[in-house]
């Protein structure tokens, strides 16, 4: 796993059920440390473009990640266009 890996995270709450209500898709945005966590963005839903979180990425614990194989949720231009845009807004 590494930055803009798309994938799904999947609650303790909902047993592995990938199709669960609250499960969520998203991608790395880079792995804490410890190797335990990644830091995440999330999108609203699973069909829309529109991140859930703008302003931070959100620590997931990577026990709860599983990598989202093709098809993908979102294509990867459209997120390594994203992370362009993030990091670029940390460097201001």
Same mark, same amino acid.
């Given at each position: 796993?590494?930055?803009? @890996?798309?994938?799904?995270?999947?609650? #303790?709450?909902? +047993?592995?059920?990938?199709?669960?209500?609250? *499960?969520?898709?998203?991608?790395?945005?880079?792995?804490?440390?410890?190797?335990?966590?990644?830091?995440?963005?999330?999108?609203?839903?699973?069909? @829309?473009?529109?991140?859930?979180?703008? #302003?931070?990425? +959100?620590?997931?614990?990577?026990?709860?990640? *599983?990598?989202?194989?093709?098809?993908?949720?979102?294509?990867?231009?459209?997120?390594?266009?994203?992370?362009?845009?993030?990091?670029?807004?940390?460097?201001?």
């Amino acid at each position: 796993m590494q930055k803009g @890996t798309q994938i799904i995270y999947v609650p #303790s709450h909902c +047993e592995g059920d990938y199709e669960h209500k609250d *499960v969520e898709y998203g991608f790395i945005m880079k792995i804490d440390n410890s190797g335990k966590y990644a830091f995440c963005r999330y999108w609203r839903d699973s069909t @829309t473009h529109v991140l859930r979180t703008t #302003s931070t990425s +959100e620590h997931t614990p990577l026990a709860n990640i *599983v990598v989202q194989t093709p098809p993908y949720s979102h294509k990867g231009r459209q997120i390594d266009r994203i992370i362009k845009d993030i990091m670029f807004m940390l460097d201001q």
